[in-house]
């Protein structure tokens, strides 16, 4: 209890105060004489009161005390999981717990269904939900995909993709992807070899730049025009030196009698792990073709300033390539094709490090200038490894010949250089032991202003040469091994051609005159 003492107001103070204090001392007494009126109201008025009141202070001291424990105690004793229960009761029987489950997950949860079709059919989104299907048709079949639901604008195209209109027509949703690329099952592609996918790769190549397409064969039964900037690529690479890929792990392209995408020149654009059957790219320009297959038909079509690398050419009943300028192709396989490559009209292009076997003509030139093929394999091609019908300043040069049957180059043209090259009677991994050998090791037909130089030749019979005119054609410095000696032509057979001086490696001008020049 608080012990409460009495005042003892001074006399001296008391007595100024009664006779000093006016009557309307509220207006005009100064600080001291309020003090001093305020002390006495204390004395005569608040202090008998309280002495007069000590249990009922002692009271309020006690109530305190407990309040201060309460409070002390309180998060102690509190049973946290009842007070909570108890008010998520009070809000379900009032309704508001319902209404804010209800605009959470309208507005941020994620709603999930098996297929386009259900999430166009839902009833429940709202703008501003999200949409996960798990497949386009059915589930888990590559379609799958995350789409925001918005309310529509006058800027919307609903193409069944990107945007897919809802049964609700005021929404739509909208694909969310990244890095501007596209599954092109996203888009209803089937890719089982029997549906046209046409309209999918389409749309698609219209909207996206990177274009994913999935295992599985794509039937196209019309081009698809292809804006700049575009990458279309599968997921697996083709195996393009073993020549056969495991089919059931590869993205095909099956077209009818069109190409599967044709570019605008001067429009980039780049492919990667896919294979073609039939007819696969035309006019590719300043683009990369890169561990592709093409089968079927023409592989690559006028295409320009294009790089193809590890690439495989197979079974195409036209060309691998057909017309090229200002391109490279190399480390890519062709083989059983009607030409390898074809360089029709085809200017400034190199052809360098790739195997080219079992084709009627490996590479054709004709109207074909300031081309080179250099560090090629020619190998067991039915009739020419190079044939050259028309053309100038081409380069054949460090290429490997074996077993081409008619005759491992056909040479025509003028202002051509053929250096360094290696060319094998028989097969250089059998000793030479095998069967197919070449009639000739080269065939000149009308050949004029040009060098042949530096080669090694392993051969039944060195030249074949045609009734047509030929000149200024200098042969120097090439390796001679094997040629039939037991059948001599008089040297006047090569009037028409200009020998060099320098005699060729182990030969001398009475040994060049035994070479069959039939």
């Not at 109201?41 to 002495?51: C, G």
């Not at 690529?233 to 083709?238: F, L, M, R, V």
């Not at 057909?322 to 190199?350: A, P, V």
């Amino acid at each position: 209890m608080i012990n409460v003492e009495k005042v003892k107001p001074s006399g001296i103070f008391t007595n100024y105060i009664f006779k000093a204090i006016p009557l309307a001392f509220d207006e005009s007494m100064s600080y001291y004489e309020v003090l001093a009126g305020l002390l006495a109201y204390l004395k005569d008025t608040i202090l008998p009161a309280v002495n007069n009141n000590a249990d009922a202070l002692a009271e309020v001291q006690n109530l305190m005390t407990q309040l201060q424990e309460y409070v002390d105690n309180y998060f102690t004793n509190l049973d946290v999981q009842e007070e909570i229960n108890n008010k998520l009761d009070e809000m379900v029987e009032a309704g508001t717990l319902q209404e804010i489950i209800a605009d959470y997950l309208n507005s941020k949860a994620i709603f999930g269904f098996d297929n386009v079709q259900a999430m166009k059919e839902a009833t429940n989104l709202i703008d501003g939900s999200y949409a996960q299907t798990l497949g386009y048709y059915t589930k888990n079949d590559g379609g799958n995909g995350l789409y925001k639901i918005r309310n529509i604008t006058n800027d919307d195209i609903v193409d069944n993709g990107s945007i897919i209109e809802l049964s609700n027509n005021e929404l739509i949703a909208e694909l969310i992807n990244k890095n501007d690329e596209i599954n092109i099952k996203q888009y209803g592609a089937k890719g089982d070899g029997v549906t046209n996918d046409y309209e999918a790769f389409n749309k698609a190549c219209n909207k996206y730049k990177n274009i994913l397409i999935p295992e599985g064969t794509y039937l196209l039964n019309q081009t698809v025009n292809l804006l700049n900037n575009t990458n279309i690529y599968g997921k697996t690479a083709i195996r393009c030196w073993s020549g056969n890929t495991d089919n059931s792990k590869k993205t095909e392209i099956l077209t009818t009698n069109n190409y599967a995408f044709t570019c605008t020149y001067g429009y980039v654009n780049n492919f990667e792990n896919l294979s073609f059957n039939g007819k696969g790219i035309d006019t590719p320009s300043g683009s990369k073709i890169n561990k592709c297959e093409f089968y079927g038909d023409t592989g690559v079509n006028n295409m320009r300033v294009t790089t193809i690398n590890e690439c495989s050419f197979h079974q195409c009943t036209t060309a691998g390539i057909k017309t090229l300028t200002d391109s490279i192709i190399t480390n890519s396989y062709f083989y059983n094709n009607e030409i390898g490559i074809n360089m029709l009209n085809s200017n400034d292009n190199t052809v360098c490090n790739n195997k080219i076997e079992w084709n009627n003509v490996g590479i054709r030139q004709e109207t074909s200038t300031f081309n080179n093929i250099v560090n090629n394999t020619f190998d067991r091609n039915t009739t020419y490894g190079i044939e050259q019908i028309s053309g100038s300043n081409n380069l054949v040069s460090n290429n490997r010949f074996e077993r081409n049957l008619t005759a491992h180059i056909k040479m025509n043209g003028s202002l051509n250089s053929y250096s360094s090259n290696t060319m094998y009677r028989k097969n250089s991994e059998d000793d030479q032991s095998g069967t197919i050998v070449p009639t000739n090791a080269i065939e000149i037909v009308s050949l004029s202003n040009s060098i042949i130089n530096g080669n090694v030749i392993s051969a039944t019979k060195m030249f074949k040469q045609s009734p047509e005119y030929s000149s200024n054609v200098i042969v120097y410095e090439n390796t001679l091994n094997g040629l039939n000696t037991e059948i001599k032509v008089p040297f006047i057979t090569f009037a028409k051609l200009s020998w060099a001086a320098k005699p060729s490696t182990t030969t001398n001008k009475e040994e060049l005159a035994i070479i069959d020049k039939t």
